[in-house]
């Protein structure tokens, strides 16, 4: 079975520090990787995925195979990042069973 | 195109009450797929379809829930005797092959 963890459900940081959610995967097959976040009173939307290999809004994210992690990033934490993020997981090609984490409150304090 | 649309927004019943809500996709989205949310976690997967098929249903989800995407577009998610359990953020969402996932607003269910 697939599963997603996300040890943290509160990351409180200072404006302009470094970011990193953490996101730990249990799959048995080649999974893809994703990143959503909601911002207040807004719907869950689509961060970024691990095969663009991309950075959105000056958030990366590495998937560690080796590690079972896909952990989210930023070097300069803004006010405006501030909202739940969640990690999930799908089946690489296919059906996509997308699973997702609980989640981590992520807390800019200016 | 504004994007997947649900409908209510919220819904208020007793218990025991039957209640369906409503999830328009994305129009070139063929998969859609029903999550429910409660305080504190994150989105919980209910059931998939691809075009009108229903591919997938979550074991945990009771005899009481029923989805239906009779045309490949719009799709319908009933409760039938509803319990205060069922009270949560149920959540549509669309896509393609290849792509993340679009989410509705979600349709807030309380159950009294």
């Known amino acids: 079975a697939q599963r997603v963890t996300q040890p943290e459900k509160l990351l409180s940081v200072f404006k302009g520090a470094p970011v990193e959610l953490k996101c730990n995967y249990s799959y048995s097959g080649s999974p893809e990787l994703f990143w959503y976040v909601q911002y207040s009173r807004q719907r869950l939307q689509l961060l970024l995925r691990h095969i663009s290999r991309e950075s959105i809004k000056g958030f990366t994210a590495d998937l560690n195979k080796g590690e079972t992690s896909f952990h989210l990033k930023k070097p300069f934490a803004q006010e405006e990042d501030s909202a739940m993020y969640y990690c999930a997981l799908s089946y690489s090609g296919g059906y996509q069973k997308v699973t997702f984490g609980t989640g981590t409150k992520l807390q800019v304090i200016p | 195109d504004t994007g997947v649309s649900q409908d209510p927004r919220h819904k208020i019943t007793k218990r025991g009450q039957n209640v369906t809500f409503r999830c328009d996709p994305i129009s070139e989205h063929n998969r859609l797929y029903w999550y429910r949310q409660t305080l504190g976690q994150g989105p919980e997967f209910l059931t998939y379809?691809?075009?009108?098929?229903?591919?997938?249903k979550s074991r945990l989800l009771s005899d009481r829930f029923s989805a239906e995407r009779p045309k490949g577009s719009f799709s319908t998610l009933e409760i039938q005797r509803t319990e205060q359990g069922d009270s949560a953020m149920y959540l549509c969402?669309?896509?393609?092959?290849?792509?993340?996932?679009?989410f509705g607003p979600g349709t807030r269910l309380t159950v009294t």
């Open positions: 969402a669309s896509s393609v092959a290849g792509a993340g996932l679009y």
């Open positions: 379809f691809q075009n009108e098929a229903q591919l997938e």
